[in-house]
């Protein structure tokens, strides 16, 4: 029999992976719980999961593509919108759903010792059911409108993993301020409607390149979504590449996830005790 003894006093270390490796199965067990429970008991089930993508690019489609007729180089605004909207919808997603995911799971957390990071952790790998849909949708989109795959597909990977950690690390932040102050509960929506607008969705980056003074611009691109939107269509559809704005953006989402990592380390110890 193996005894864990768990010391509240003991330095631990900023992502132990080992002990996150152990409580592997917990991990997939929460995502699947998530998966199966996510749309039970509607009439629509998984069909919601292609109408809110649809939706939203419907409306982008009439809104930016009929009325505004944003400049996309060329590009037809359905597939150009699509592409910010998978991005969007997987960040989106994962914030909100990680950033409540501690209080929602109060009562384990209350009963049982499992590192508590892999409960929002476990959102992510949940978002992917979203993010595919979406994906889907760009490809029936370049097919459609016989757009191909631009070269710098190659570096699509690295962007994705961008996606997943801009996402972690503010829902893991979200997630430990969320069981000190509960009245972020209420703010995250307000961040989710705030940020599709305030990110190159539905627009390009270069209409804010253009319209804003370089010091706005900085600022605009202190948001992590920006850059990284950016470069996600750049790897799909080619175009100018990102702009040097845009390494802000990255560079913002490691500080992000690191002292979203290192906040949660420190709730964790009284985490059981205030939630």
Known sequence: MVHLVVDADKKSKLLNLKELRQYQDLFYILAYRDLRIRYAQTFLGL????????????????????????????????LFAVTGVAAWTYFAFVMKEAGSSIISAQQMVKKIYFPRLVIPLSKALVGFVDFGIAFLFMIILMVYY?????????FLPVFILMIIISALGVGI????????????????????QFGLYATPTAYPAQAVLESLPEWLVTIYYLNPMAGIIEGFRWCMLGGAAPSPFAYL?????????????YYFKRVERVMADIV
Request: proline share 7%; hydrophobic share 55%; charged share 10%.
């Open 47 to 78: 069909l919601w999961a292609v109408l809110q993508p649809l939706a939203t690019l419907t409306i982008f489609t009439i809104v930016f593509g009929k009325a505004v007729k944003v400049d996309t180089g060329g590009v037809p605004y359905p």
């Open 249 to 261: 953006s990255f560079g913002i989402i490691l500080v992000i996830l690191i002292t979203g990592l």
């Open 146 to 154: 016989q757009v191909a795959p631009s070269s710098h597909i190659i």
């Open 173 to 192: 932040w979200l997630s430990a301020l969320t069981i000190r102050y509960r009245d972020f509960q209420h703010v995250v929506p307000f961040m989710v």
